[in-house]
């Protein structure tokens, strides 16, 4: 019987569907308790509402349950978030602090928080970009985030609140259509390539950005919080790094599975945001401390994509 008893938060969205699904493989079905502020499309029992923003709701869930963990998936996403800015410093930030606050107060042991590589701008170097440069997010969400990694290395030093993070690229899976980030172009041209259809995307061709198959981004997730706690230098977030690549590249190597697939490209909205973000990360620190290593490259992403989806 495991001895830990796991919260997630925002558990319907890409992460957290396939996350509770491993965590159950390891911890066991019943000691890992799905959340979210909506009911699940799929099979996520144990599973309880929860409001994030509620402080009373996330103290009686954490008591209920006898939590000791909690896995910090929900906020809003970059796009999503640019539509209604106080909102999602509510959610991604304000909420954050209560949940720090509520953890240190009875008793987790572990938190997982998810930065991304929104925290980054134009104050970036945009190639390999190291474990520590100066950030200038250009987004609420980026915002948010940056300054919720910054609150982390303060309970983490203030109040010895093991808390782990990384900050993950765009995420690639085939469990579900994510909806709100500025990498989703990359799931999306998979269900149109496997449909038939001309898939129109809303980044320029040449766009090049971070990304990592889910496999990995949930694999990177549970290695961290099981790692040494002594062999961790870093308080904030790690880089987390696998492939980056742009619209074209991800197209052509489709076109090696489907050869009539056809693409245009509408740059909207969002063609600014990425172009604020790093075209590739130096997770080289990750590598260190914990051993990181990524499973999959583009080749073997679509591959696995495309026969997953068929």
């Known amino acids: 019987m495991s001895k830990e008893r796991i919260l997630i938060t925002g558990s319907n ?64 996403l970059s796009a999503n978030g640019e539509w209604d800015p106080k909102k999602t410093w509510d959610v991604n930030l304000n909420a954050l602090l209560k949940l720090l606050s509520v953890s240190s107060d009875n008793g987790i042991n572990r938190f997982f928080f998810p930065s991304t590589i929104a ?35 303060y309970f983490s030093k ?12 765009g995420i690639i899976g085939y469990q579900s259509i994510p909806e709100g980030g500025t990498t989703d172009y990359a799931v999306e041209i998979f269900h149109a390539a496997i449909k038939g259809e001309t898939y129109d995307c809303f980044l320029a061709e040449d766009t090049r950005l971070p990304m990592m198959y889910i496999h990995d981004a949930i694999r990177a997730t549970i290695e961290i919080m099981a790692a040494d706690e002594k062999n961790l230098t870093v308080r904030t977030s790690y880089n987390l790094a696998a492939m980056s690549f742009s619209p074209k590249e991800i197209y052509e190597e489709i076109r090696k ?44 992403m679509v591959k696995d994509m495309i026969e997953k989806l068929k």
């Not at 909205?269 to 990181?292: L, M, P, T």
Request: net charge neutral.
């Open 257 to 300: 599975h489907y050869p009539d697939f056809k693409i245009k490209y509408s740059p909207d909205f969002r063609q600014k945001i990425a172009e604020s973000w790093s075209e590739s990360i130096d997770d080289s620190v990750a590598r260190a401390d914990w051993n990181w290593q990524h499973e999959y490259d583009l080749e073997k």
């Open 158 to 169: 203030r109040y010895s609140l093991d808390i782990r993070s990384v900050r993950y690229p």
């Open 119 to 153: 925290v980054f701008g134009k104050t970036t170097p945009q190639t390999a970009t190291a474990q520590d440069v100066p950030m200038m997010p250009e987004t609420v969400y980026g915002m948010s985030k940056v300054t919720g990694e910054l609150w982390c290395n």
């Open 13 to 76: 969205g890409q992460l957290g569907r396939v996350l509770a699904t491993e965590l159950r493989k390891k911890y066991g079905k019943a000691n890992v308790l799905a959340t979210d502020i909506r009911k699940p499309d799929f099979d996520n029992s144990p599973f309880e509402f929860l409001d994030i923003t509620n402080k009373g709701r996330v103290i009686e869930l954490i008591q209920d349950y006898k939590i000791t963990q909690i896995y910090h998936l929900a906020a809003m």
